[in-house]
Nanobody, 127 residues
Framework: QVQLVESGGGLVQAGGSLRLSCAAS????????MGWFRQGPGKEREFVAA????????YSADSVKGRFTVSRDNAKNTVYLQMNSLKPEDTAVYYC????????????????????WGQGTQVTVSS
């Protein structure tokens, strides 16, 4: 059974950095596009970044461009989200998601297109 487990969240001051990790089990990882989403208090779950199974195709939301970087290590079955220059508005529960490879990277901006989800990790940015 496919399982995704996020880690690395916590409390950080504005301007600081965190690196989130998502460890994936099962054979699905090597053929999956991986995405990151977040959900702040009172908000809908929104797209943050996605990366194709080879790492060749990457897309990030305008709100995090230049600050967040998504990467993956297929040998470790792990995807990462490096978050720099954090702002209070980045405060949210961050979720890792996975779905089958084969579509254009823009397809993976859509929340409902993902078949597998982790349980999330809390990121809190103080001012």
């Amino acid at each position: 059974q496919v399982q995704l487990v996020e880690s690395g969240g916590g409390l950080v001051q504005a301007g600081g950095s965190l690196r989130l990790s998502c460890a994936a089990s099962g054979s699905i990882f090597s053929s999956s596009t991986m995405g990151w989403f977040r959900q702040g208090p009172g908000k809908e779950r929104e797209f943050v970044a996605a990366i194709s199974w080879t790492g060749a195709s990457i897309y990030s939301a305008d709100s995090v461009k230049g600050r967040f970087t998504v990467s993956r290590d297929n040998a470790k079955n792990t995807v990462y989200l490096q978050m720099n220059s954090l702002k209070p508005e980045d405060t949210a529960v961050y979720y890792c998601a996975a779905d089958r490879n084969g579509y254009h990277i823009s397809y993976y901006r859509v929340r409902s297109n993902y078949g597998y989800w982790g349980q999330g990790t809390q990121v809190t940015v103080s001012s």
